[in-house]
């Protein structure tokens, strides 16, 4: 298979180095709670959509998790979107890992280190859009949060 130039710019956007910090950021905002490992999966596909983006950028304190998904072409595509993200979320994870920015415990709670990101020019509106899906995500456990989105399985 033939790969195109379109692949190339897809696989540069879609790079592990270039997603770190938004994986980064919003387990810097994220509560801890049991297994919060399974939000990583929800992040990306999230964050890298447009419209649902561009609605993170903006919220505020009064907006909800019901709010989010009240209108249906945030979370449209949303298993396909998983699917695809899933194996750069995989290696971004291991790679904040291995690096010290991130921990993972035995309980699958993942946790932000003293050591900090340096600051990534162009990456400002996906940074605080992930954080603030992380304040959508608090008080929630990750199994009701995939329910509602229609996911089964990861």
């Given at each position: 298979?033939?790969?195109?130039?379109i692949?190339?710019?897809?696989?540069?956007h879609?790079?592990?180095?270039?997603?770190?910090?938004?994986?980064?950021?919003?387990?810097?905002?994220?509560?801890?709670?049991?297994?919060?490992i399974?939000?990583?999966?929800l992040v990306?596909p999230?964050v890298?959509?447009?419209?649902?983006?561009?609605?993170?950028?903006?919220?505020?304190?009064?907006n909800?998790w019901?709010?989010?998904?009240?209108?249906?072409?945030?979370v449209?595509?949303?298993?396909?979107?998983?699917?695809?993200?899933?194996?750069?979320?995989?290696?971004?994870?291991?790679?904040?890992?291995s690096?010290?920015?991130l921990?993972?415990?035995?309980?699958?709670?993942?946790?932000?280190?003293?050591?900090?990101?340096p600051?990534v020019?162009?990456?400002?509106?996906?940074?605080?859009?992930a954080?603030?899906?992380?304040?959508?995500f608090?008080?929630?456990?990750?199994p009701w949060?995939?329910?509602?989105?229609?996911?089964v399985?990861?």
């Amino acid at each position: 298979m033939k790969l195109t130039t379109i692949d190339h710019i897809h696989t540069l956007h879609r790079s592990p180095l270039i997603v770190a910090p938004i994986l980064y950021a919003f387990y810097s905002e994220l509560q801890e709670t049991q297994k919060n490992i399974l939000f990583s999966y929800l992040v990306l596909p999230f964050v890298l959509h447009e419209s649902t983006a561009s609605y993170l950028h903006r919220i505020s304190e009064r907006n909800t998790w019901r709010t989010m998904v009240s209108d249906k072409t945030r979370v449209a595509g949303i298993h396909k979107r998983i699917h695809s993200l899933r194996k750069v979320t995989n290696i971004t994870l291991m790679s904040l890992v291995s690096a010290n920015y991130l921990v993972i415990d035995d309980d699958q709670v993942v946790r932000t280190t003293r050591k900090r990101f340096p600051p990534v020019k162009g990456m400002d509106q996906k940074m605080v859009s992930a954080r603030n899906l992380a304040r959508l995500f608090e008080d929630r456990e990750a199994p009701w949060v995939y329910k509602s989105l229609g996911v089964v399985e990861l």
